[in-house]
């Protein structure tokens, strides 16, 4: 089995050391200094306090590799559309592509039962670059749960979790995905398949679509905003009016909202990936996060007053926020 990671950062150098370990063929495509050291020390991953390291071929031009079984695309949302143009020279006939990205994602509206169904996610996928570049038929879906930072260029601390939720989006199990299952379990990786995997990915994005936003627009930690009356209250209203735009398009949702919002509140005062990309001057995937929902929402005719506040509020804080360092970018 071929598996490149497209997009060597945290969670993609995770992925690639322990499947490595496991004796895949895989192959990592990154750019800058996180290529320099790859290349140069292999990929060091810190893990339950072990240190492994793999020598993983990397790149920064997909046309030095072949064909691939699998990409798994571990980028940030608002990247895959140049991802589409770049990755074609990994793509056989039968090439499955893996969007573990935050956010709604691209293939949403692949084999759904909706008017809608079979089209482009324009907030995620302008023009469809994505849809039609790569095309949904490639798609396995999958929602992320471990988290892991860069330490340094080259090395990987594996922070919590073990587990990338797969998922056919035409909702069946087909071999492709069954065999990615089974060898990201021999991985160590948990992998459990999931026929209605949009319920997983929206369970994920309840809790991203509030407080992702409220913590670049705060500066607070996860833990003292689900925690605090007052945002406790804004996230619970920004929650409620997701949670009635993915029912709208058939999503289930498995815990209540009070029982969510508690779980955010256990991981921590953990750093919200929106606040540390604004801090760092990087683009935010607050269209995969908070867009794609007011898109969906617009389509079903559902109101969605506090969701909307919150992103002309972001919006605003990103156009407004000061210039960084180089040193803060690359931290």
């Not at 695309?73 to 074609?88: D, E, F, G, L, Y």
């Not at 990915?201 to 833990?223: E, I, R």
């Not at 606040?275 to 969605?304: F, K, S």
């Amino acid at each position: 089995m071929k598996v490149c990671v497209y997009g060597a950062g945290a969670i993609g150098c995770y992925i690639a050391v322990l499947l490595a370990r496991a004796g895949v063929d895989v192959s990592a495509v990154a750019r800058g200094a996180q290529l320099a050291a790859i290349r140069e020390r292999g990929i060091a991953l810190e893990l339950g306090g072990e240190r492994f390291v793999a020598q993983v071929p990397a790149t920064d031009s997909p046309r030095d590799l072949p064909p691939q079984d699998y990409v798994v695309a571990t980028v940030k949302a608002h990247s895959m559309p140049a991802v589409a143009a770049a990755i074609q020279p990994l793509l056989g006939p039968h090439t499955a592509v893996v969007s573990a990205v935050n956010g709604l994602p691209w293939w949403y509206f692949h084999c759904l039962e909706s008017p809608f169904a079979e089209r482009p996610l324009q907030s995620v996928d302008p023009d469809g670059k994505v849809w039609h570049g790569i095309g949904p038929q490639r798609a396995i879906g999958c929602v992320v749960y471990p988290a892991a930072e860069v330490v340094v260029p080259g090395v990987v601390r594996h922070l919590s979790g073990d587990k990338l939720v797969l998922g056919e989006p035409c909702g069946e199990r087909t071999e492709r995905v069954r065999a990615l299952a089974a060898t990201l379990v021999a991985a160590g990786i948990k992998a459990p398949v999931r026929n209605r995997v949009r319920d997983e990915v929206w369970v994920k994005l309840w809790g991203n679509v509030a407080f992702n936003p409220l913590s670049a627009l705060t500066g607070a930690t996860l833990d003292a905003l689900a925690t605090g009356a007052g945002t406790r209250a804004v996230a619970r209203a920004m929650m409620m009016e997701a949670q009635a735009v993915g029912e709208a398009f058939g999503a289930r949702f498995a815990v209540d909202v009070e029982r969510r919002i508690d779980a955010a509140a256990a991981v921590g005062a953990h750093r919200t990936s929106m606040l540390q990309d604004l801090e760092r001057g990087r683009p935010l995937e607050n269209q995969a996060m908070v867009g794609a929902v007011q898109e969906l929402a617009r389509l079903a005719g559902v109101a969605t007053p506090t969701i909307d506040l919150a992103h002309h509020l972001l919006q605003a804080r990103i156009a407004f926020r000061p210039p960084v360092t180089a040193a803060a970018q690359s931290a």
